[in-house]
Antibody, heavy 117, light 107 residues
Framework: QVQLVQSGAEVKKPGASVKVSCKAS????????MHWVRQAPGQGLEWMGI????????SYAQKFQGRVTMTRDTSTSTVYMELSSLRSEDTAVYYC??????????WGQGTLVTVSS | DIQMTQSPSSLSASVGDRVTITCQASQDISNYLNWYQQKPGKAPKLLIY???NLETGVPSRFSGSGSGTDFTFTISSLQPEDIATYYC?????????FGQGTRLEIK
């Protein structure tokens, strides 16, 4: 069965970077794009970007351009999302979600990133 | 970027009621519209894809309709386990946008 297992919670200081991983299993890793979505406490869902695990190409939401980097490691079926220059407003749960065409049918369990001095 | 306007932001209804949520796109998105359910502390769950198709295993009381810019999500008979926040999501050439969400409560 399809599983997306994310790395554990992180606490970071303002200005630092965080790298969240999402390990996929149960399907052919390179056959499906992966999205990253975040959710601040009590807020809605916010799309951050997408990566093609096959070639590594990416597309980011304009809001995060220059601060986010999505990468993948095909040898371990893992995608990564790195967010730099963290500020308190980046405190959120970060999700990876596998795409099937336009829909996100499988989601990771979420990773809480807390930015605090 | 395509903007999604979802309404209402919150809704209180009784068990057995028919519940309707709407989502409007800022431009034509054909039928590239999905609906998700999110319960507290959990990841979102896909309910409806391509505006009107029920995801496998989702109860038939959930339905969706619409195309172009105007879309509707309906629960035909509200059940206690349907308490959650619901989001619409559009897809435009790899880029996606979510609606603001509708928090559904039991009256």
């Amino acid at each position: 069965q399809v599983q997306l297992v994310q790395s554990g919670a992180e606490v970071k200081k303002p200005g630092a970077s965080v790298k969240v991983s999402c390990k996929a299993s149960g399907y052919t890793f390179t056959s499906y794009y992966m999205h990253w979505v975040r959710q601040a406490p009590g807020q809605g869902l916010e799309w951050m970007g997408i990566i093609n695990p096959s070639g590594g190409s990416t597309s980011y939401a304009q809001k995060f351009q220059g601060r986010v980097t999505m990468t993948r490691d095909t040898s371990t079926s893992t995608v990564y999302m790195e967010l730099s220059s963290l500020r308190s407003e980046d405190t959120a749960v970060y999700y990876c979600a596998r795409a099937f065409g336009p829909q996100l049918g499988y989601w990771g369990q979420g990773t809480l990133v807390t930015v605090s001095s | 970027d395509i903007q999604m306007t979802q309404s209402p932001s919150s809704l209180s209804a009784s068990v057995g009621d028919r519940v309707t949520i709407t989502c409007q796109a800022s431009q034509d998105i054909s039928n590239y519209l999905n609906w998700y359910q999110q319960k507290p502390g959990k990841a979102p769950k896909l309910l409806i894809y391509d505006a009107s198709n029920l995801e496998t295993g989702v109860p038939s009381r959930f339905s969706g309709s619409g195309s172009g810019t105007d879309f509707t999500f309906t629960i035909s008979s509200l059940q206690p386990e349907d308490i959650a926040t619901y989001y619409c999501q559009q897809y435009d050439n790899l880029l996606i946008t979510f609606g603001q969400g509708t928090r559904l409560e039991i009256k």
